[in-house]
């Protein structure tokens, strides 16, 4: 416990000097502990902890229909992720002999920024709609067995950064995934040499 000793320091000295009596004062601080303590323990439960940030993904409702969801062949754009960081593309449905099969990279020349951007000027351009023009454009992913957890992520949030309202993510087809194993085999053969 904390003393305060407030006796005088200097003292007269003779006759008809009083002696004062030596007075001293004790403050006892185990209630400012207490109250410490108490304010403490205020300030923990009352503060908000940080909140954990998440990618925020909005699921459909979930009503069974017999029809599956259409979108217009022109205004869909189908990405398929493959080993490497390696990124494919094609508009609409996949041709037969594979020409509209495309390469793209995450950045730098040909991104695939780039050919969201472009396909959704291309979908502006054709839609009769003055209140939503991207109505018709649909982004569909399709992450290859080879592809890792980070290019899925990169792409979710090109999606955010280009302000794709409608994509989704779907697994590749058997015929989709031995196009990317071949192209990717053709790429780290090319990377070689």
């Known amino acids: 416990m904390a003393e305060l000793d407030t006796s005088g320091g200097g003292h007269k000295k003779g006759k008809g000097v009083k002696k004062g009596k030596k007075l001293s004062t004790r403050v006892d601080l185990t209630p400012m502990v207490d109250l410490g303590f108490l304010l403490i323990t205020f300030f923990i439960f009352t503060t908000t902890m940080s909140q954990p940030t998440a990618l925020k993904l909005f699921l459909p409702d979930d009503k069974v229909t017999d029809e ?81 957890y980070k290019n899925v992520i990169d792409i979710l949030d090109e999606m955010a950064i280009n302000v794709v309202k409608k994509y989704a993510l779907v697994d590749i087809s058997d015929g989709e995934s031995q196009l990317v194993k071949i192209s990717d085999a053709s790429s780290q053969t090319s990377a070689s040499n």
């Open 68 to 148: 599956p969801n259409k979108a217009k062949e022109s205004g869909v754009l189908t990405i398929l992720m493959g080993a490497d960081n390696h990124i494919y593309y094609y508009e609409g449905q996949l041709k037969s002999d594979g020409s509209n099969f495309l390469s793209a990279s995450y950045n730098g020349e040909n991104s695939i920024r780039d050919v969201i951007l472009k396909k959704k000027a291309d979908v502006r351009s054709r839609s009769r709609d003055t209140e939503n023009p991207y109505k018709d454009f649909v982004v569909v992913i399709k992450p290859g067995a080879d592809c890792n």
